[in-house]
């Protein structure tokens, strides 16, 4: 291991632009010519378009365009699609209703686009957007998915029915039945993950450039995959031809799953500024982002897991209504089948399990992968059910979950995953040991002679990082593969760029990309460049999104370092006039092993480049290309132990102490690992004691500003304890298994755990606001 390789805690590359204020984002982008958009949205949830005035916005100054649906329409500008094709368990395929990027006759959330005006200047388009008169005609609206299921529930898409989507199964029904018939105990339960708004630092924005002379388009967005964006919006939303179409997501500040997609806006941007012969930049207000950036989670379902008189969990049923919103985004019917039902085994031997998923449409914004995109659901489910049966069964819950542990590997579970490795147990003592779980009943009553309730949780995750194979997913319903794709350049001096289908928002890659270079080849950190974010510089690639970017974004790299490094061995021991099985790469230098001689790194470079003196046959050159696919997902899995005291008299809960301690395979950078765990317990735990959002039963979204959404701050975190322990994954050249969603899919069962096992009640709700943790008490007591 060199002093900046691989497993080095080097500090963030990167991070200089950032904190100095040098950082690259959409909205630093300018173009000559450049104009501004603002939309009109639907200031209702549901409603029919009658009619549409422009004509005071369009004589007002500064004005240049007001554009409508009916023209993106008449210009044969596609619907947003959902690409991943789900079935009923009848049959049938999923209803996918029409989402227009601009609607031109119905409008279905509080926040659908309606028109586009591009202006001079930001505030007369937003001047000129609140002249823009449209008259509706509302309609009722429905934003419980169960009541929108309803027999007389408005009809949202007249595609789908009583406005479900598909109502899926996965799992065996009949011997799960059996099971919970035969159990010694039964625990039942109605679990509810509440919707969550992503949030990310930097709101969404678009650029979009239509070069009349060449006829080519050009979109700045932020997005975590680039060419996925260019793929769909030239393929199904014929916005432009592939070849003429480049998408370049520079700097992004944050995403956490909600810029996977592609919205209305960089369509509408794109098709606007080839419309009005200006290029269009459209940047959300915070509102805005509230209103129609994906929501995340919100789901409800019942659960029952069952026991034989060992306990052990003999089978798990449950069944889940999953809202997804007004229309079906990019990912969004994968989340709560593929995603979620799948991870319902969690790290238990469970020999039966049966999953019903309906999903819903709803008068509400759109609801697709939030940071941990089903798993953070699967994992709340199932780590509340077994902490509140060791409850009922008056079991130490660390020792009901020992109980179960799946203990060989590779292990198939009843729905789907086989998991290829771990150590479940090592991460429980871990954690364990790190919280004091044995003092706990002393610290319990220390807090009661104080006036405090002190309660403990436990929860043991896992998750399906990777998103692989191709032909798997592509058998499941997926519309993309989902293999990744690396270029490592040599340059003529030495120094080198690797170019990645991998995007970096926030994770760290010009570091740790840049790490597996110096461990290969001993160069400095600072002569590795990592490219990324624009189609016309990296070939076809995937993007980042289910902690994919270590598993198979660097095992791609991996494989084209082998090429490079297979190659500059070649020219090395032509020049040393050695045997290539003799060579090795030390220091920046290629050597002949066990002697002194060698040529360096860049001189070696130079000649692949210079081409006087190559082997016979060789191609000038040095640069290599991989394309990396992998043979299964990566399960990184771990323990959270939570430690909280609960006033009594107010519900006002404070985290005492929070324990992780996980199990990603081997690490390229530990300190940022030891960051991305930090940020997603932060996510849990804001979703588990803060956030909600929260809509009126007319449809209005009543959390649509930080004024009523809230987001954790510092003094709402202790200072976490992080461990790490080390099954490396067999299934990728790494043995890397993914870190960047884990804390806040493990996070919120155990805050909740410990407040339930604080007030001595199972029942209680995220977001567990004083308000709701005081109720709780009181409905306790009473």
Not at 280 to 309: I, N, Q
Not at 442 to 451: E, F, P, Q
Not at 488 to 507: D, F, K, M, P, Y
Request: hydrophobic share 40%.
């Amino acid at each position: 291991m060199g002093i900046e390789g691989v497993g080095a805690r080097v500090a963030r590359k990167e991070d200089r632009r950032f904190i100095t204020g040098a950082g690259r984002y959409v909205d630093d982008m300018v173009v000559p010519g450049m104009k501004h958009a603002a939309f009109v949205r639907s200031p209702h949830a549901h409603a029919q378009i009658k009619k549409i005035d422009a004509k005071k916005a369009q004589g007002m100054p500064g004005v240049i365009g007001v554009l409508t649906g009916k023209e993106l329409k008449a210009d044969g500008i596609g619907n947003l699609i959902c690409g991943w094709m789900i079935h009923s368990k009848d049959g049938s395929p999923m209803k996918m209703g029409a989402w227009s990027p601009l609607a031109f006759d119905r409008v279905r959330y509080v926040g659908d686009a309606v028109v586009i005006v591009v202006a001079e200047t930001k505030g007369q388009a937003r001047d000129a957007a609140e002249a823009v008169e449209i008259t509706y005609k509302e309609l009722k609206a429905v934003v419980d998915a169960s009541k929108a299921m309803d027999k007389g529930a408005p009809q949202i898409h007249p595609e789908a029915d009583n406005n479900l989507i598909f109502d899926w199964e996965l799992g065996d029904g009949k011997a799960t039945d059996a099971a919970i018939k035969v159990a010694a105990h039964v625990t039942r339960m109605k679990i509810v993950n509440n919707r969550l708004v992503p949030n990310a630092m930097e709101p969404r924005a678009a650029l979009g450039y239509y070069d009349k002379a060449e006829d080519h388009y050009t979109c700045w967005t932020t997005s975590q995959n680039p060419h996925l964006a260019r793929l769909v919006m030239s393929a199904f939303y014929n916005v432009a031809p592939e070849n003429k179409l480049r998408v370049i997501a520079p700097d992004v500040g944050g995403a956490f799953g909600s810029k996977i997609y592609i919205y209305p806006e960089e369509i509408v941007c794109l098709w606007a500024s080839k419309k009005t012969g200006v290029p269009v930049k459209w940047v959300a207000d915070r509102t805005e982002s509230f209103l129609t950036d994906a929501h995340g989670r919100d789901h409800v379902s019942t659960v029952e897991m069952a026991f034989d008189k060992n306990n052990r969990i003999t089978g798990l049923k449950v069944d889940t209504v999953a809202n997804l919103g007004a229309y079906m985004s990019l990912f969004s019917s994968c989340v709560p089948t593929y995603l979620y039902a799948t991870l319902l085994s969690g790290q238990y031997n469970i020999p039966a399990i049966h999953a019903n998923v309906r999903a819903v449409y709803t008068n509400t914004a759109p609801v697709d992968a939030y940071r941990g995109a089903g798993r953070p659901e699967a994992t709340y489910l199932l780590e509340r059910a077994i902490e509140t049966a060791a409850r009922e069964l008056g079991l130490s819950p660390a020792d009901l979950r020992r109980t179960n542990f799946i203990t060989s590997f590779p292990h198939q579970t009843p729905v789907i995953m086989n998991y290829d490795a771990g150590d479940y147990a090592a991460s429980l003592d871990a954690a364990m040991k790190a919280s004091d779980y044995a003092g706990f009943a002393k610290r319990k009553a220390a807090a009661a002679r104080k006036g405090k309730l002190r309660g403990i949780g436990m929860s043991c995750y896992i998750e399906a990082c990777g998103l692989a194979p191709s032909a798997a997913v592509g058998s499941l319903g997926a519309g993309v593969g989902l293999w990744e794709s690396a270029e490592v350049r040599v340059n003529a001096v030495g120094t080198i760029e690797v170019l990645t289908g991998s995007h970096s928002h926030g994770q760290g890659h010009e570091t740790t990309f840049a790490q597996l270079v110096n461990e290969r080849f001993g160069v400095p950190l600072d002569s590795v460049s990592i490219v990324h974010g624009d189609t016309d510089k990296v070939q076809m690639g995937m993007g980042s999104y289910g902690s994919r970017s270590g598993a198979v974004g660097m095992s791609a790299v991996v494989k084209a370092l082998d090429k490079v490094e297979a190659k500059a061995k070649k020219i090395a021991a032509h020049l040393l006039e050695a045997d290539e099985g003799d060579i090795v790469i030390e220091n920046g230098a290629l050597k002949v092993a066990g002697t002194d001689k060698n040529v360096p790194w860049f001189q070696m470079a130079l000649a692949a480049y210079t081409a006087h003196n190559l082997p016979g046959g060789m191609e000038p050159g040095l640069k290599e290309t991989a394309f990396y696919d992998p043979s299964n997902f990566t399960f990184p899995a771990g323990c959270y132990i939570c430690e909280v005291e609960v006033d009594p008299e107010t519900g006002v809960t404070e985290i005492i102490q929070f324990v992780a301690a996980d199990d990603f395979g081997n690490i390229i950078n530990p300190m940022i690992v030891e960051g991305q765990v930090h940020g997603g317990l932060a996510q849990g735990i804001g979703q588990a004691l803060l956030e909600g959002a929260h809509y009126d039963n007319s449809g209005q979204l009543l959390t649509a500003s930080y004024m009523d959404y809230t987001m954790p701050r510092a003094g709402d975190l202790p200072s976490f304890k992080v461990s790490t322990s080390n099954t490396p994954c067999p299934g990728n050249p790494l043995g890397v298994k993914g870190c960047g969603e884990a804390g806040a899919i493990g996070s919120p069962p155990a805050v909740i755990n410990a407040i339930t096992d604080a007030i001595g009640s199972n029942d209680l709700a995220m977001p567990a606001s004083p308000s709701t943790v005081w109720a709780a008490i009181r409905a306790t007591k009473h």
